[in-house]
């Protein structure tokens, strides 16, 4: 299963990846600035119009794109500087460079690391179908069991004390 047998040259799947991620980043942008009009249509329209709102928010629009192009090379914290970006409005003109940086980054990682992952896989496979099934069944129990971990240890640190509860933690 060499990737070169897909009859894809690497910068047709490096462009491919750029355009898949352009569309998601963008779309997560768009979200947190429909959210925001949206907001400002509410109680939090008094808050979003205070001295500090407005100068957090124009330090994250003038300082928040190369944390914006950065976020690229992080799991999860992509999709929250983007819809950060949106929500505040950072402005289109320091947006789309960093959004243009981070994803053409994101493209070449993910098209080198997952090229390679898949040639691994396949030439498991060919010698043995049973190990590549159970490399990727443990791969996929591993991701679960760590997220199960991840959300109870969330829900024990955002509990609330009760009474009686000891001091200790």
């Known amino acids: 299963m060499d990737p070169t047998s897909w009859n ?48 957090a928010t124009e330090r994250i629009d003038r300082f928040g794109p190369p944390v914006v192009a950065v976020s690229f090379l992080t799991i999860g914290f992509q999709t929250v500087a983007n819809l950060a970006a949106g929500a505040t409005g950072m402005r289109l003109r320091h947006y789309l460079p960093a959004v243009t940086i981070g994803s053409v980054a994101w493209a ?5 690391l997952g090229t390679v992952g898949v040639d691994i896989l396949g030439r498991l496979y060919e010698r043995s179908p049973v190990l590549a099934v ?36």
Request: aromatic content about 10%; overall charge positive; proline content about 7%.
């Open 8 to 55: 894809l040259p690497f910068p047709a799947i490096v462009a491919a990846l750029f355009v898949i991620v352009m569309f998601r980043a963008n779309g997560t942008y768009w979200l947190g600035r429909l959210g925001s009009a949206g907001a400002r249509r509410t109680r939090l329209a008094r808050l979003m119009d205070s001295p500090g709102y407005l100068r």
């Open 108 to 112: 070449l990682l993910y098209a080198t």
């Open 134 to 169: 159970g490399a990727v069944v443990v791969a996929a129990l591993a991701i679960a069991g760590y997220l199960v971990w991840e959300v109870r240890r969330q829900g024990q640190r955002d509990r609330v004390p009760q009474p009686g509860d000891s001091p200790v933690a």
